[in-house]
């Protein structure tokens, strides 16, 4: 059973940084590729970056290369997304994904219960 559970949210103001944590409480995740995503109220939720099961290789939205970078430690079963120079548009509930194919979509099975990411101008 995958399980994910993440943590880091809060409140920062414009061009802080946040590291958000995605620990799967259930077996191990290593052959599950896993993704953050985020999603605004009113708006679809939109991937924000991924990473292959063997962290071979990640992708992320244009919005967000080149502030935010996409982690995972197998050992301790956790993804991080840390972002950078953040913005008042990066203001969203952010969700953890894990799927057992190439990469997570929006279709994926695993979800976490999100955590709020409030930026301030």
């Known amino acids: 059973q995958v399980q994910l559970v993440e943590s880091g949210g809060g409140l920062v103001q414009a061009g802080d940084s946040l590291r958000l944590s995605c620990a799967n409480s259930?077996?191990?995740?290593?052959?599950?590729?896993m993704g953050w995503f985020r999603q605004v109220s009113g708006k679809e939720r939109e991937l924000v970056c991924a990473i292959t099961w063997n962290a071979g290789r990640t992708i992320c939205a244009r919005s967000v290369d080149g502030r935010f970078t996409i982690s995972r430690d197998i050992a301790k079963n956790t993804v991080y997304l840390q972002m950078n120079s953040l913005k008042p548009e990066d203001t969203a509930v952010y969700y953890c994904?894990?799927?057992?194919?190439?990469?997570?979509?929006?279709?994926?099975?695993?979800w976490g219960q999100g955590t709020q990411v409030t930026v301030s101008s």
């Open positions: 994904a894990a799927d057992q194919t190439r990469w997570v979509t929006l279709d994926s099975n695993y």
């Open positions: 259930g077996r191990s995740f290593s052959t599950y590729s």
